[in-house]
């Protein structure tokens, strides 16, 4: 070994040293940690989704697949991470996702991955990877997932966050547009939030954009000094993108900047045309924007986005509950078959920001039907038996064998609104027996251990009964009952 080198292992755990955690009481965890005394705090710009936010997932994801699925929608999963290629082909490699906000790493042979900012570049080179275009036509899929990109943290802008993201590959007719929006449109209406706007705009095509890319660059010539630094560059890579900068001096040069309606040909202006007939037909709120343009560079034709009612805009709300369109040329730019494709992201925690923001809390689960309550060790090894004998029997039953007071426990069955609560103290886990206490009216039994799974079922189906012919009483009958 030369000299002055030290000796470090190969195995990278070996030279790992263990962090020292302190506990937030502890004085010494007070402004200077020792060197050894770590805290780690997770990645800036990602959040922990705590269990009482992860209800609002939970509730999203399962409306969303409700819907989805009876559109025909398939479920797809795609790696976390893409050859970083993928992302700058697909998006464009002056978008500000691939110019500033991609997470890469480097692969052991020299090549580069990208944590992925969005799913359509992964879907897209999924269906051509795996042949899906020999499968019938249209293939709509669905991912639901986390995603990457490096913004700079604020409230709803996260630097891992989720998406809802649906696509259809090979339909090129308008229709379909129409039917992305309304899934969509319908998606929030699910959710409470059902004043939504979905904002229009057509980006043309290879025929007609070029032409009115030149009248943008000739209308914006005289401007470009008075454009932010971004803008400026965006004038020479994409002169669209000007038209949807959020700085104020770019959007007042913006307000009299050509539109690209009048310049759209024949093709994009029927499909377009055709898309806002049925949207009229289906009674979806729709409002034609010029200067929705996206920041990936695939698109073609449609392209929308979901925005709170502009009087219900708050502050968190600086940005569009989802965005996306149709991109046909994309297939072919990934080495594919032309296949025309259109989809859309939704960004999930804006949508659980604007439904905390109204008070929209996800449905409470309905409660398990049963606690199981234990009193001393013999009892607690015999709870896990009677335990999997409930599972098995399908009795959805709430365990608590990390408790020990059975105050506690109690407290807790009661807090869940179970119907019963079985108490398995010493007397009876030495008898082969068990207390069985209705919540509801508080009158307890004793029951052999043997017996109960019987017992339990027979007791459940007398109260569905009571609660079947409670719910075909007339309504004034079940008011004089309560008087
Ligand atoms: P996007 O507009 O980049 O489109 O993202 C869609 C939505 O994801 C945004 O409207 C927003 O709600 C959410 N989102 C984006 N970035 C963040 C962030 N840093 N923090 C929190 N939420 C965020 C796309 O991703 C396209 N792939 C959509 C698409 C699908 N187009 C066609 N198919």
Redesign the pocket.
Known sequence: MPKGKKKTSKNPHQNYRQPKLIKESEPSAQPKPHKRQMKFQRPRGMRDILPEDMTYYDYIYRTTENILRSYDFARMETPIVEDIGLFARAIGESTD?VSKEIFSLKEKGGGKLALR????AGLVRAYIENGMSSRPQPVKLYSLGP?F?A?RPQA????Q?N?I?F?VFGAEKAAIDAQVIQITWRLFERLGINDTVIQLNSVGCPECRPAYRQQLLDYYRPYANKLCADCKKRLKANPLRVLDCKEEKCQRVAANAPQIFDNLCDDCHTHFKQLLEILDELDIPYMLNGKIV???DY?RRTVF?IWPAEDKKSELAQ???????R?DGLFELLGGQPTPG??????V??IILEMKERGIEPPARSAPTVFLAQLGEKAKKQSFRIFENLYKAGIDTLESVGRDSLKSQLKQAEKKGVFFTLILGQKESVDDTMIVRDMETGVQEVISQEGLIKYLKERMEIREKEKSKEAKKPVKEKEIEKK
């Open positions: 996702i900012p969005e799913f359509t995603l990109r913004e709803g802008r996260y630097r966050f998406q993201d696509e996206r920041g990936l698109y986005e940005s569009a509950f989802g965005g996306g369109g991109y259109i989809g859309i992201g939704l960004g925690e804006r």
